[in-house]
């Protein structure tokens, strides 16, 4: 198994796990307000594809526009996504259900071509991330944005879940 084999097969499950953490989601569960410092999962998991989508897709893909923008997200959900994403902000968001699905289906079929799209040598490159000058192999910044940010926010869903009398994982 190659590099690019290795990424794609880590992508495809952690929106996998996700997939059957937000399987029995509704729409009550997916704006409910919890307490102390969390985000709702409407936040987390908008959050998982507007990552993929502004930053692997957009930025680091040569600086194509992101999909929210190109295909009217904003609107179609509902909401501006502000630049630094605000605690207060984000702890209270609510969006359409089946609205930010489609949107995250349609991140995750472009990541999905993008990821197809590479070849091994394409993951050696070097990207400046960070203001400071940080360079990053484009290989670390897709297992983190492809997998690592995926499984944080998807067990953070499942919490959530749980919290609210479903089970989080189902497995």
Known sequence: MNGIEVIREMFKRACGILDHVMKDVTQEMFD?????????????????????DAGLLSRYRQDTPPIWDMGGWSE????????????EWAHALAAPLDTAREYAAAV??????????L?????????????DGT?????????????????????????????????????
């Not at 908008?46 to 990552?51: D, N, S």
């Not at 501006?80 to 605000?86: C, K, L, R």
């Not at 070849?119 to 203001?131: G, S």
């Open 32 to 52: 409910y307000v919890p307490p102390g410092q969390t985000n709702t999962i409407a936040w987390n998991y908008l959050h998982i594809f507007r990552v993929l």
């Open 135 to 171: 360079e990053t192999a484009l290989f670390d910044i897709i297992r983190i944005l492809a997998d690592y940010h995926i499984a944080v926010h998807t067990g953070e869903i499942a919490v959530l879940k749980g919290i609210q009398g479903k089970a989080g994982y189902g497995f």
């Open 108 to 117: 995750a079929e472009a990541a999905e071509a993008y990821l197809g799209e």
């Open 119 to 131: 070849c091994n040598d394409d993951l050696d490159r070097v990207i400046v991330t960070r203001a």
């Open 76 to 87: 179609k959900i509902g909401i501006e996504w502000p630049e630094n994403d605000p605690h």
